[in-house]
């Protein structure tokens, strides 16, 4: 678990060769581009300095919350490292006319560029879709929003708790236990679930220049993209015209879907086909329960009784240990799992053995963790390549990439400083 791990030297991703410059901060545009870093994009991150001068928290405003270790640089905090490796840090003041001057360089080289700043304040800047392809005619423009552009919410100010509330996910919790106070399922799961959307807008975009030469401009609004999600299967008997039913898929509201109590702990268990409960009531001791009530014996009869039958559940479960329910169900191929709470996680067996948490050395923040890429590519794998970056610590680097001689650099490293 704590053996350290080198940054892999050999860039083989499915994106390897794709510059995206990142205008996006806190969550939702950063997790996105993160995962097209691990893809193999080259993502060059734009930050904004302080707007009161040298010393101040500009940049990401991520970088700064969380509990640092002691001698690490302050503006490389917990969630930002999480969610910003594999990116480059470059530091302009796009209100001025060098900053802008400087990122249309830089987009010049570039493929996509990918922006959560208000598109108002993106054309008041002089850096619309419109300025950004006549520098760049082909490039792709993705403006993160947080409501689509043909709305009466275009424009306004969006963030994960507003998205949750507009979307229906606040609705949730309460359908599930009955309480009526809304509340927010508690991850930030809007800004995430926009995030992956993105992804998948971007490497379709890409696709489409691919084969036609085109660029485009890309809106990936959240409250549209979070309401689809939720709504996948929450529409349910609402989806037809006129409607058959309620809202929600009642199996995913049960308050008894949850994990359930064994004797030393809880385990996650879903027997799913008529085999698996006759099989599960078996192990269980209880066998009458699938072949002679008629309320559990087809698939049918659970589905409208289900309540009632997770409810049964848990009497069943803690009768036994937890390792003993696994030994007994895990054989018989009946979905099981022990329950992780969030500190049994950097411990468990599996994600050990594929080496989810891998530790690394950051050359100004020591030793952390860094959560491996998800998704297996057999020809062209993801890859941590770079540390979270510094503010900033890139700039020259990148600009000199885009043509700008040292001197023009310096001057721009002056100007940033000033705010």
Request: aromatic share 8%.
């Amino acid at each position: 678990m704590n053996q350290k791990k080198e940054l892999e030297t050999e860039n083989r991703g499915p994106l390897k060769g794709v510059r995206i410059v990142d205008l996006t901060a806190v969550v939702f545009g950063a997790y996105a581009t993160q995962v097209l870093g691990d893809m193999g994009a080259d993502v060059i991150k734009v930050e904004a300095p302080s707007p009161t001068g040298g010393g101040g928290q500009g940049g990401d405003i991520m970088r700064w919350p969380g509990h640092l270790p002691e001698g690490a640089s302050p503006d490389l905090g917990p969630i930002f490292r999480t969610i910003n490796r594999n990116k480059r840090s470059v530091l302009l003041d796009l209100a001025s006319a060098e900053g802008r001057a400087a990122l249309l360089k830089i987009v010049a080289t570039a493929d996509v560029i990918a922006s959560n700043i208000r598109y108002a304040a993106m054309k008041k800047l002089g850096l619309s879709y419109e300025d950004i392809k006549a520098v760049k005619p082909d490039i792709i423009f993705v403006h993160a929003a947080g409501y689509g552009s043909d709305g009466p919410y275009a424009g306004l100010p969006a963030y994960d708790d507003l998205i949750q509330a507009g979307s229906g996910a606040a609705d949730l919790l309460g359908r599930m236990d009955g309480d009526p106070k809304p509340r927010y399922i508690p991850t930030i799961m809007a800004d995430k679930v926009s995030g992956l959307f993105m992804v998948s807008a971007v490497t379709a975009a890409l696709f489409h220049k691919e084969r036609t030469g085109e660029g485009q401009f890309v809106e990936v609004p959240m409250l549209e993209a979070v309401t689809s999600f939720v709504l996948a299967e929450h529409f349910y008997d609402q989806v037809y015209d006129p409607p058959t039913g309620g809202w929600t898929y009642g199996r995913i509201t049960n308050p008894d879907r949850r994990p359930y109590k064994t004797l030393d702990g809880h385990i996650g268990l879903l027997p799913y086909s008529d085999k698996q409960w006759q099989q599960f009531f078996e192990v269980a001791g209880k066998p009458g329960v699938y072949t002679d009530d008629p309320r559990f014996n087809t698939y049918r009869a659970r589905t409208q009784n289900i309540r009632e039958l997770y409810a049964m559940i848990e009497e069943l479960t803690e009768t036994k240990t937890t390792d003993e329910w696994l030994a007994l169900l895990k054989p018989l191929s009946i979905p099981v799992v022990k329950m992780n709470c969030l500190d049994d996680l950097k411990s468990d067996p599996h994600l050990e053995a594929v080496g989810f948490f891998g530790r690394y050395e950051h050359p100004h923040a020591g030793g952390y963790f860094a959560l491996k890429p998800p998704v297996r590519f057999s020809g062209s794998p993801s890859s941590i390549r770079r540390h979270p970056p510094r503010l900033g610590e890139q700039t020259a680097e990148v600009l000199r990439e885009a043509g700008m001689s040292d001197a023009e650099i310096a001057r721009l490293a002056g100007d940033a400083a000033k705010g």
